[in-house]
């Protein structure tokens, strides 16, 4: 079988949220509105408990992005989580450049319950990026 | 590790929604190789009883000591697997579910290759995940005995009314400046020849009359903390104070909006052309004869599924698909009584009612039944060619095909065309900010399950009902109520409910107790204590939410979140990537 990444469709690792962001990535489904196989979610329970040390890691072993579907001013569990997880994402991109990873290749986004057609364009655009990354 | 574990791992064809666009039988046989996979099989739906015997006699006869089930989103059938997992004798934190349909075969139609590669990876994460889990017990919070209850339709009433019978106090919020919904405009209803006005009155004395029920009136609520058993909403009063309620529970019935018909839909717009609603104001608005404009009318035309039913076009970029189900029975009953005011009047007037289809469903056919009897004459057009309104003689002339005389064009001359408008979904930005309460494509709240779990909403402690939900009948309005009446009631009646153990933990031999987690916590949720001869962090277990913010501030990675351990994520990540490594 040919591992989705070598078909030169870049791997996508989704950290989304089990009340927020991972309900709105759900509706995508439902609604069938179509993007990329090599896009795959693990749910969290909220974006400020993503470790940078989770991304490098998948990065390293052969996705080409990582994106944080945060919670964003949804959060049931803080008023600032948006706050917290752009510093986290400020650490792991840090964390990325000292291991020669690019920046460019995690990116945060807040994803609502019902934002099923933010998600696909999301990720369709990130796609876009990592493959002119790539080339 | 310690032993080799026995997983059984269980692919749902969902009766096709997956196996049209996953090949579960590949993806079973796949996940046979992992290690400690024990079991790897397919059902046609895990979630039925026959599978979930099956599979609770498997995991017993196998003495398996992880599960991992592959169909749906776990926002439906976690719990129903969690109960199969303790029915089988299994620790229900020892079953990891994958979403094989929501994320994976809906999203991925037409790419079967690709959807089942996914597939693989996916429940191979689920799997490196599930190795790894050990028995957790649910931590068990108490609940408030109180009710918040959105909107004073009379769903909302009938809820509040039931919520207090059964000892549970009730606040209700109404946005308006009188309780009682569309029902208090309705006058005479079918099927049962109510008055609505006197059930509104009626249900309004039973709640005025109940020491539990506080009824908020022009009131709004602003916002909503805390979390299922326990939360404080805050309701604003007249715009400008603030009342603070604690309650276990929100029950949402907000209702619908009625459907605007376009300019120029059916005529609209044009002098005659009424709704439903106007119609029967006419018509009980008491003596003398039946005009418009101050002419006798003498031929009423009605049109059906009016905002309903529609399909996309250019003049209709968003359709309402769906039927509102109210209206074949309103309109039909109009017509007997219409009839009854001819008697009464003496008035000679004719009716004729054009319609799509006749969705008197159930009991509520005998009010078709009847408006035929009395004298209703019903012509069938077909959605490709639907009526024409056109101004004539200065009367009205409806143009239409009627199917039913072989595609014969009429023209009816009348003097009021009636439109029986649908439901919408009501727009209310200010709760839907608050409560974030899953809607569908048409804006009605979604429930979780509408079969198995109609009242529910994917916010826990928050249940839906009426036609807040989606267009119903009355009848249908309150049965919703009741359900979640009893789903309220069946919460907060047991006084507690079991909240997931999944919380923080600290290694105390990695904590040297530098107070990053202590800041990042906003519950309080984290306290020095002294293990041995050093202080170290300990969680507050009944404070702690699990959200994890702490994990990531540790400096010496010392914590983690119960079901996502720093370990169970790196081998999910490394078992999604098993095909790249490998290769």
Known sequence: ????????????????????????????????????????????????????????????????????????????????CTTRTGALVTRTQALMKEHGISPKRLKMSGLCSVCADNFVSHMNKFQQELKSLDS | MAHKRRIGVYICHCGGNISDHVNVKEVAEALLDEPGVEISRTHMFNCSDASQQEMVDEIKEENLDGLVIASCSPKLHLFTFRAMAERAGLNPYQYVHVNLREQCSWAHTGDKVGATEKGINLTRAGVAKCALTHPLTAIRIETQPRVLVVGAGVAGMRAAISLAGMGLSVFIVERGNEPGGWASQAG??????????????????????????????????TAKSGHIGDFTATVRLRGEEDVSLNVGAIVVTTGFTPYEPED???????????????????????????????????????????????????????????????????????????????KESGQTINQYHLYRDVRTYGHLEAVYTNARADGALFLRWDPKEPPRVEQSNGRLAIKVKDTLLGDEELELGVDLVVLATGMTARKNDTLNNVLKIPESKDGFYNEIHIKLRPVETAIDGVFIAGTAQGP????????????????????????????????????TDKCVWCNECLKACPYGAIERVLCGDKEVAMVIDSSCKGEGACVPVCPQDAIDIEGFRDNQIMAMIDASLKELVAA
């Open chain 1, 1 to 80: 079988m040919s591992s989705p990444g070598s078909n030169g469709i870049p791997k996508i690792l989704v950290f989304s949220t089990n009340a927020i962001s991972d309900p709105g990535i759900d509706l995508a489904g439902s609604a069938h509105l179509h993007y990329s196989t090599a896009v795959q979610v693990i749910p969290l329970p909220c974006s400020s408990g993503v470790k940078p040390s989770w991304i490098v890691h998948a990065l390293k072993r052969g996705f080409d992005g990582a994106f944080i579907a945060a919670c964003g001013g949804d959060c049931a569990y803080l008023s600032d």
């Open chain 2, 472 to 507: 119903k009948n009355l009848a249908e309005s309150v049965a919703s109520a009741l359900a979640a009446v009893v789903k309220t009631g069946g919460l907060l009646k047991k006084g507690y409910v079991n909240l997931e153990p999944l919380i923080a933990e600290i290694d």
């Open chain 2, 264 to 342: 120029g839909e059916y005529g609209w717009g044009k002098p005659g052309v009424v709704t439903l609603k106007d119609f029967r104001q006419m018509l009980e608005a008491g003596d003398g004869p039946l005009t418009y404009n101050g002419i006798p009318v003498r031929d009423v035309g009605f049109i059906y599924c009016v905002g309903s039913r529609q399909t996309k076009g250019d003049t209709c970029p968003e359709p309402n698909t769906y039927c509102s189900r109210f209206c074949c029975m309103a309109t039909a009953f109009s017509a007997s009584l219409l009839h009854e005011f001819e």
């Open chain 2, 188 to 221: 005479r209803m079918g099927p049962d020849d109510r008055y609505g006005p006197e059930v509104v009155a009626n249900l309004l004395a039973q709640i005025r009359n109940h020491e539990n029920i506080i009824l908020y009136t022009s009131a709004e609520l």
